[in-house]
């Protein structure tokens, strides 16, 4: 897998940096909340510097991003690791019912047009081919994502997917210390364990266009 961020490091010493790399499962690790990238080893060089930004997307035509972190210290003798804060895969992942597709589609199309990185099923049809489902969208649902939306109705109360990713929306708030569900009505149906002292949007006063805008504030005001 290939995240969304590129590396370069230089040895201490020297006056250039490596080219650009990408940040993938093979070179980091990850407990959902950081990353880690995990420099390669250099006999006799015990420090260095890193830079890291985000990468390009062509799919959005957005370049490679400023850089976020600069000149950050590596130990290679003892473990060459560099912390990223803050680090998802995903920048929200809406949970929904089929039923309610219309109205989540048009969301999901705003946002991706502003160049959120978005988990939403349409988007990542060849990416979830012969995967095992029910562990890949647990992933999604409790480590991968930074907010996770969802739109409570009735058929989502009634759905065993819709269950499934919810719990482990549940399970990661749990863990949490800021807010990671942001619950949306579509009708006034109760959802186990969503509080209703929880503040929710509903579609009663928010339309697609401006739910997509405060989901957007609500991405770049946090981290």
């Known amino acids: 897998m290939k995240y969304n961020y590129e590396f370069r490091f230089r040895e201490i010493g020297k ?3 490596t ?13 959902g909340k950081s990353i880690t990238i995990q420099l ?12 890291v930004r985000v990468a390009a997307d062509p799919s959005t035509n957005r370049p490679a991003g400023l850089i976020l972190h600069s000149n950050a210290p590596y130990t ?11 680090f998802y895969e995903f920048e929200v992942a809406l949970s929904f019912a089929g039923e309610d597709r219309d109205f989540v589609k ?28 029910y562990e890949h969208l647990d992933q999604v649902y409790r480590v991968k994502s930074k907010f996770c939306v969802i739109f409570i109705s009735r058929n989502y109360k009634d759905k065993l997917w819709t269950n499934h990713e919810r719990q482990s929306a549940q399970a990661r708030a ?9 619950p949306f009505r579509l009708d006034n149906t109760e959802i186990p ?4 002292t929880i503040g929710y949007l509903s579609k009663e006063n928010t339309s697609c266009e401006q739910l997509a805008i ?8 946090i981290g």
């Open 15 to 17: 006056p250039y940096f």
């Open 19 to 31: 080219p650009w790399m990408p940040v993938t499962e093979e070179n980091s690790k990850t407990d």
């Open 40 to 51: 390669p080893k250099h006999g006799g060089i015990e420090t260095g510097d890193m830079q």
């Open 76 to 86: 290679s003798k003892i473990n060459p690791d560099i912390d990223l804060s803050n």
């Open 106 to 133: 048009c969301v999901a199309a705003k946002l991706k047009d502003n160049g959120v990185k978005i988990f939403y099923d349409e988007y990542e049809q060849v990416n979830l081919w012969g995967k095992n489902l």
């Open 174 to 182: 749990f863990q949490e210390n800021e807010e990671y569900i942001l």
């Open 193 to 196: 364990g969503l509080r209703p």
């Open 214 to 221: 405060a989901i957007y504030k609500k991405i770049r005001s």
